[in-house]
């Protein structure tokens, strides 16, 4: 029988949750509730005597000073309405295990036979004078997301104050038997692989489903199935495992197509995207660095390597978590945090976390138009995913150091949700260099950490798709950062005692995926399914081999060492299993109870995709011409600049990060006298026993792909550049990651403007290679998600092309790191770098509600140069400040500094060197790229002018201690005369919730 | 010969901070520093009492799934040394009647709180008389404040420090009393060594000087001999004068002043008192 404790806080204690959600139901929902309560549910199964639940419940459930507990009978209290949230079955609830473990913990011995499950569930008891209809849409819009959790609603007067609520067990039920499907593929026509695809969610085209049909009318195959003991027809472990193989998440097969592309005058045929542009760039690279050249692995693991110094490497990598985060926004994101530490975690013989990165693209929190179906509330979709990084983040013990959140209306049809982790390896292990792979034949397949559920399954396939009304439930996981920490924990002492020979990670296409991969390295593989450990019994052998499960690394072990890696993990509490070994029969072999249910050809697996060929068409878009005067009150322009969403601060959600833990902070992301200003990127020392230190910046500009996707990617990538060299990054030891999220790109019925969306694609690669070349800055690693719209119905929404571009760098000395607050009243202010008209796709162009054409153009050469030289005047110790010109230009960048400092600023426009039409909105605003914000204290004045000679450099002011952010216009009138405290008060209101 | 200190930072289960607490031992000078898994613990691997400086980093035990640090709470009070009758609750209190030094940051803080070890009022130890809650603002964060320091405290880690500038990085920092008897004789006995202050060192209530809404301002509290000490705010963040949030604009001694609290813990080994 199960029971229900309740557990709830004494009168008198404050109950935060409570407040929190009436505050969100208030805001969000503008409905007048006067009082939640919450109450923790937890319905324990296991037949525990009542003295066992007294126990449990006045143990680990519940806090005495504070909490009150009540069990089969509901806890005392006043309410009109009660709604209780649970999870569905077979949605990860972590509570619940937690609590299932402190119970069995606690009866120890005493617990015989008996098997305890723990459900958590939550109540919110409102008061309040609302109806039944408005409580629905608290439970619906706010509480509970209906693809993974459940909710009761029950009125005061049908509540049962004798019983409470009923018991609900979410047990995954049925057992069902195993099966393995035979498909005919063989005798199948056109329509008919067309509809395997679309039925299975596969995301295969015709192509691929024939090369698929083909490869099993070959005699060649079907011979060794015979000897394998399979028939002819493809077995849906196969076929699934081909469809995950195959995708667009896993193989890129855009990136690796054959493009024809025009932009009207000239033709070009480019045979791959990736190779032509990304990877070759960077060997040009690291050749042209010759001994300087600090890559180690870049694009064949898991993330990128380079040196850190001789004794350490530096991995990095950031990944998008779009898809699940427009389902589920907390366990979206919270996987794709914990999911993309996997990536440098597994990267070569595996390395320890040391930061992560966000980047958010969502449409405005505030939006009000009525949503198109299955798309949650941007605003929701803000506080879980914020939620969602938090916990991925906070519990994993990772500081989240750099982040930076967009706004754009078009991401309202898929949010934007980048996540990047960083990782430091010793060179070398017991004397091996260790950011190589080696796998042997014999070593065997060992699975650890979680358990495999049907979460996550098709996660690869899903996302290779636009969401749709059929996008399926299980894609969405919920990840658990404990089970994780106490993996990694576990398998950082298991490497450095060499108890294990290769890693990586399970991520999409689970086993199927990691094992397929690490074969590659021997030569083969045997995976016996049958040993898999399972969350519940049910699952087909197939969704074991794919499904997304967390938390869990695949190793390959050298037998001799299989009983101590064992050992260790077992005293360390982490499951490990072998699922089977590594072979060199050139065959990906799978068994489930003794029979072979896969068996694909390797090369066939990994190399049989066909490739596409598509066509690129670019014309460039003729956006209309803005015609706005200038406004007569620029000190008003400003502050709606400052308030703007793209602008204003993001301090409530950096707020809610830990950016410190591991002890390595040095530059954190809010800076200055009030520690609230916004820095241009972080840096943190990883060794804290050295003075080095690790710098990361990214760049994002999506709304210049308006006008050209080209400039849009030399902006963000100039940008990510410009942000790690503000704080004392050197140029010369600069890696950068590329993550392009797209719409749809292949034309279609349903993408009719194809051709164009690919062209634009096709410029944001050739910038790559002209500015990673020309800044002598390689990409190693990147990753990109193609498939970011929605359709339902007659409603398309497609994101703006958006690249995050990602850097990681060096410093040698941290203590010469540079923060962009004004130090001192007096310091000179300075502009570096010459202002142009180039305001399209800019703040300031959106703020008057015109897109323009002129975006800014990148001139890498003359940027190089400021760089080194801003570099070498940081080095000798004699800038104040540095802050880049970014969103909004010269006048956001100015303001900031003054506020962050808490200092006025005097500044008089006529001397900041611009070219085009002569307007103060225009010198303001303008978003040239390759420009910064410096103060000098006046004594190095000489000294930092000599450095800089030969870049445009002009003093434009003056820092004051009046309070005072004062600007001469053109002309010589004064046009803004603001207080600092207004002006940071417009740019921190806005998103402070 | 002066005497050696034995330190031991103890982790597993979702702990985070050990490395730095680990750093600022080592650099308080501690001989012996060991991080060390709480299952070697459990294994009989390693013994506290070869150890005479017990620290807990903070983290997030057991993911704090059932509030803060309670299951990990759960596990120290049940969980047995394997093949001995001994259990780690047991081998705990050997170390505390030693008259040994346990210092607990954030998480491990919560962990004494729960375990009852703090305030342990008469020696009491195992009974929890306080609570550590929700923050009042509902949310975890991440924000420098000034700890005031109660000079009459018996509390040997804060001995010669007045005003203490740390971040505190948690979502459950609420100190809450049992009733207000409790909280006199914490009082009483000046066994709160910390309070949350304003700059200038007044003692607050007020968000976000008071990050968190505790009663009394109170950050962190002793037992009654000043050997165990829990906190809130993370001293091992402060090692290095660039953890200082404004170390590019404010003079600041070249060592973090976090690192006080372990050298005081040291030096009292090191003397005669221990």
Redesign the interface.
Known sequence: MASRIEVGFKNGIRDALGEKVKKRIIDNLSLPVEKISTVEVYTVTGDLTKDELKEAASGPLSDSVIQNFSINIPLAGNFDWLIEVGFRPGVTDNVGKTAREAIELLLGSNIGQRKIGVYTSRQYRICGEITKNDVEKIASGLLANDLIERYQIVSKTDFNFACGMPVYIPQVSGKAEVTVEEINLTAAGIDELLKISKDRILALNLTEMKAMRDYFRNKKTLDTRKKMGLGESITDVELECLAQTWSEHCKHKIFNSLINYTDGKKKKIIDSLFKTYIKDSTTKIRKAKGRKDFCLSVFVDNAGIIKFNDDFNLVFKVETHNSPSALDPYGGALTGIVGVNRDPFGTGIGAKLIFNTDVFCFASPFHKKKLPPRILHPRRIYEGVREGVEHGGNKSGIPTVNGSIVFDERFLGKPLVYCGTASIMPARIKGKTTHEKEIKSRDLIVMTGGRIGKDGIHGATFSSEELHEGSPVTAVQIGDPITQKKMTDFLLIARDRGLYRAITDNGAGGLSSSVGEMATYSGGCELDLTHAPLKYPGLQPWEILISEAQERMTLAVDPKKIKQFLELAKKMDVEATVLGRFTDSGNFHVLFGGQTVACLDMEFLHAGVPQMTLTAKWKQPKNRKPHFAPPPDLGKALLKMLSRLNICSKESVVRQYDHEVQGGSVIKPLVGAENDGPSDAAIIRPILDSMEGVVVAHGICPRYSDIDTYHMTACAMDEAIRNAVAVGADLDHLAGLDNFCWCDPVKSVKTPDGEYKLAQLVRANMAIYDYTTAFGVPCISGKDSMKNDYQIGKTKISIPPTLLFSVIGKIKDVRKAITMDAKRPQDLVYIIGETKEELGGSEWFALQKVIGNNAPQVIAAKAIKIYRALHKAMQSGIIASCHDCSDGGLAIALAETAFAGGLGMNIDLNFVPYRGKKRNDYILFSETASRFVVTVHPEDKRKFEKIMAGNITRGIGLVTSDGLFQVTGLGGKLIIKEKISKLKDAWQKPLNF | MPRKVKAIVL???????E??MA?ACKLSGADVVDIV?I?ELL?GERRLEDYSFLNLP???L??????SA??G???F????ITGHKEMLFAQLLKFINAGKLILGVCNGFQLMI?LGLLPALDDNYGR????L????????????VYLKTNTQSPCIYTKGVDILYL?V?HGEGKF???SSSILQQVEKKNLFAFQYCQKNGLPTIDYPANPN?SINAIAGICNESGRLFGLMPHP??Y?????H??W??EKLPEEGQGLTIFRNAIKFIRSKKF
Do not use: V
Request: charged share 30%; proline share 5%.
């Open positions: 982790t597993g289960n979702g702990t985070n901070c490395m730095e750093q898994h299952s294994y903070g983290g997030f057991d993911g704090d799934d059932l509030g309670k299951a709470t759960n596990r009070l049940h969980a047995h729960k929890q008389s306080t609570t809650t929700h923050n009042d603002s509902g949310r975890f964060e991440d924000r420098w971040p990085r809450i009393p049992e809404g091992e963040a090692l290095y004068r660039t953890n949030p404004r590019t604009r």
